[in-house]
């Protein structure tokens, strides 16, 4: 009688490595542009002396839609995105999420970020384990020993290595 397989994401987990490899050398060589990554600082201080939240450089990667990848072919999930510039005056539509996003772009330009960068912060580390990939409980899962990745809570999950190749067909078409 057959053993159960006691991990099954073992060999999934070898794959994936692969395929990010691949992902990383492939993005190379067509020369795509990356993005910064960020992580937040709060300001310190006390009473009126006191420092502003600022953004700091946290490394760079590419972003394919619910993922980043980067160069080391560590995977993250997307989380929020901004550029850096000092942004003008606010006079129209000071909603509150108007003021948060106008308090990102700021904090990315404090960051010392060129202007105009692309910044994306708030983004989570994906664990590539295979137990985290046999537990499906993140972004990645298996399915029938296949890594597959949830474009939306609500949608069904996708093969990861086609969805990759679409980002990527993607970056022909720009």
Known sequence: MDQPDENPGAGAAAVLAALLQRTVADLEA????????????????????????????????????????DRDARLYETGSVTRAIVPLRAVTNRSAEAEARRD????A???????GEVVNFDYSPVDLSA???????????????IVMVRWHATDPPRRLDIYLADRLGLLDEF
């Open 131 to 145: 137990v985290a990939l046999a537990g499906g409980s993140g972004i990645l899962s298996l399915q029938d020993g």
């Open 104 to 107: 990102d772009r700021r904090a």
């Open 30 to 69: 067509r020369g795509t542009h990356d993005e910064a990554l960020g992580t937040v600082k709060a300001g310190r201080g006390l009473g009126p002396i006191s420092t502003s939240t600022k953004m700091v450089n946290a490394g760079r990667a590419w972003r394919l839609g619910v993922l980043l990848i």
């Open 109 to 115: 330009a404090r960051g010392k970020f060129p202007e």
